[in-house]
Each structure stands twice: as structure tokens, then as C-alpha cells.
């Protein structure tokens, strides 16, 4: 076994363990600080697959601005749930895994049946900088110009959506 | 030899525990947070098909995702934040006075 097969594992496995425990804790900071750990090994899985652009944003976005967003709305909102959440949802707690089980069997069903055709390796492709970003600017120009639109367009709703209501 | 297919299995591992979380919990901001392992298990299918296939393609697209899924997590947080002033609770639960 490589360390490139070893790396892959522990960050795999890590990162399915900490979404388990996402699910699985009662109390939601638990949860968002284990969400951060998943983002976390999420880059590391970017990082071998050489993707190193994206797996600073990743961090960066997703585990410093979205998660700290998250944490600060669990730590206002102060939803208590009851230490036994899963009491009184006993359809959840059938249906849950067996859609999740299902849609893995599908998974593993295509995997197996599906030969993959794979670029040789050594190409001109890399995940750094220039060469992710560079189309992004060329062929791609169209939808980023849309995404910063969008982005626009989120945050006035979310001024519209944050006001107090007048009427009430 | 970790070849794509690994890759893929861990990204739908991941997705299927995203399903499970937003299935199992009935706390709003948690269903929120196995929308987002959603999200990041198809951003992983993606990096691996643009590393194994060399091309930028998937790594572009897995960047606008995380653009997106930015003001979605802004917009859907403010959904919750005017649920829970109006109505006092992040439980599914006890919002469901409009089912049929």
C-alpha cells in the first residue's frame, strides 16, 4: 500500500465518520463543528486528486464563511432538541436508512457493471491555478457573470428576508 | 491502486448519508446540513471525473457550485432565522399544519 492509498482511506473513512456523527449527535454546534471536520477532509481527498485551487476554496468558503454562518444561526437560534431526537420519528428512523442503503446499492450496482474509460496520465491537465481559472474567464464567462448576479440577487433577499416586519 | 471508481463509491457513500441526515432529523438546520453533504459529494464525483478524465471542465463547475451554495446557505439561514422569530421553533414537526 502507497502512502497516496493510505491517505485516500484515512481520509475517506474520516470524512464518512464525521458525517455519521453529524447525523447522529443531539446537539447541533456538535454538529456543525463535525460538518467543519468533513470539509476538512473533503480538501484533503481535493488535495490528492491535485486539485489544490479548489481545496483552498473549500476551506476557505466552506469551512471558514458557510460553517461559521451555520454556527452563528445554531448559537442564536438556541434550538434545543430533546436528548432522545429520535424518539418520536419512527418513520424517519425506518425510511432513512433504507433510502440511504438503497441509493448506495444503486451506486455500487453502476460501479461494478461500468468499465471506466480514463485519460492517460501525464497530460497537460493539473488542478492549479491558472489552469482552473482560466477557462473560467474564457469558455465560462457567461455563467460567472450570471453567478455574480445571483450572488446580487441573494443578498438583497436575505436584507428583505432579515427585516424586522413593520406590520406585526 | 485507488482508481476513479473509489473515488466515486466514497462520493456516493457520502451522498447517501446526506439522504439519511435530511430523511432522520426533523431539525430544520440539520436537514440544511445534509443538503450541503449532498452538495459535497457530487462536488467530489466531479474533481475526480476532471482529474481521471483530464479536463478543467468538472473543477469549473465544482467552482461554481461552491459560489452557489454560498448564497444558498445565506438565503435558506434567513428562511429559518424569520421561521423560528415568527413561530418559535426549528422542528419540522411542529410546522406541519399544512399537511394535506
Request: charged residues 10%; glycine residues 8%.
Amino acid at each position: 500500500m502507497t502512502v497516496y492509498d493510505s491517505l485516500f482511506w484515512f481520509f475517506s473513512l474520516a470524512m464518512l465518520l464525521s458525517a455519521v456523527l453529524v447525523i447522529l449527535s443531539p446537539n447541533a454546534v456538535a454538529s456543525a463543528l463535525y460538518m467543519v471536520l468533513l470539509f476538512l477532509f473533503m480538501a484533503g481527498l481535493f488535495v490528492l486528486l491535485e486539485a489544490f485551487f479548489l481545496a483552498i476554496i473549500q476551506v476557505l468558503v466552506y469551512a471558514g464563511a458557510i460553517m461559521v454562518l451555520f454556527l452563528f444561526v445554531v448559537m442564536l437560534l438556541d434550538a434545543r432538541e430533546p436528548r432522545r431526537w429520535w424518539s418520536n420519528n419512527v418513520m424517519g428512523l425506518v425510511g432513512g436508512p433504507l433510502v440511504g442503503g438503497a441509493f448506495l446499492a444503486a451506486v455500487v450496482m453502476v460501479l461494478r457493471k461500468t468499465q471506466w474509460t480514463v485519460a492517460e496520465k501525464g497530460g497537460a491537465f493539473s488542478g492549479n491555478l491558472e489552469q482552473v481559472v482560466a477557462p473560467v474567464f474564457a469558455d465560462y464567462l457567461l455563467p460567472l457573470e450570471i453567478t455574480a448576479l445571483l450572488l446580487l440577487a441573494a443578498t438583497i433577499g436575505v436584507i428583505v428576508l432579515g427585516r424586522k416586519d413593520d406590520a406585526s | 491502486m485507488i482508481a476513479l471508481s473509489h473515488y466515486l463509491a466514497v462520493s456516493g457513500a457520502l451522498f447517501a448519508l446526506g439522504l439519511v441526515c435530511i430523511i432522520l432529523r426533523r431539525n430544520a438546520l440539520l436537514i440544511f446540513m445534509g443538503l450541503e453533504m449532498n452538495l459535497n459529494a457530487a462536488n467530489l464525483a466531479l474533481v475526480a471525473f476532471s482529474h481521471f478524465g483530464g479536463h478543467a471542465g468538472g473543477q469549473v463547475l465544482t467552482f461554481f457550485v461552491i459560489a452557489i451554495a454560498a448564497a444558498e446557505v445565506a438565503v435558506g439561514l434567513a428562511i429559518i432565522v424569520a421561521l423560528f422569530r415568527r413561530r418559535q421553533t426549528v422542528n419540522l414537526d411542529d410546522l406541519a399544519q399544512w399537511r394535506g
